[in-house]
């Protein structure tokens, strides 16, 4: 028999909200917007994101982001064609990383 996990969770919310680790997918995701780079599922495996559109979900969920995306269609590996959406940063998603960075404008 399993028994409940009492544990509480490490951190609030807001904590991990301003902390975002350096080697983690979600920090290499925002740096890479933040070059005004923009990424589908496909070129998010090369920085480590197999599930871009959760890790999407996420920043947008506990960064407070409004992260614009659109449908692309792109060749896939049998030849054939798959649509996939392109995400990127609009100038107030960035002022927003950059304050909670602490960077300047």
């Known amino acids: 028999m399993l028994k409940p996990n009492k544990k509480k969770p490490s ?10 680790k350096i080697g983690t997918k ?8 933040l070059k ?3 990424l589908n ?11 871009l559109n959760s890790t999407i979900s ?8 409004e992260v614009p995306r659109k449908w692309e269609i792109v060749p896939n590996r049998f030849g054939g064609t798959t649509r996939v959406k392109r995400y990127w940063l609009n100038q107030s998603d960035i002022a927003i990383i950059k304050n909670l960075l602490g960077e300047k404008q």
């Open 41 to 51: 599922r496909f070129e998010a495996e090369g920085l480590g994101d197999h599930c």
């Open 58 to 65: 996420a920043l947008v969920n506990i960064l407070g982001l």
């Open 11 to 20: 951190g609030s919310g807001k904590h991990q909200r301003v902390h975002q």
């Open 26 to 33: 979600k920090f290499s995701i925002i740096r890479h917007f």
């Open 36 to 38: 005004g780079l923009s």
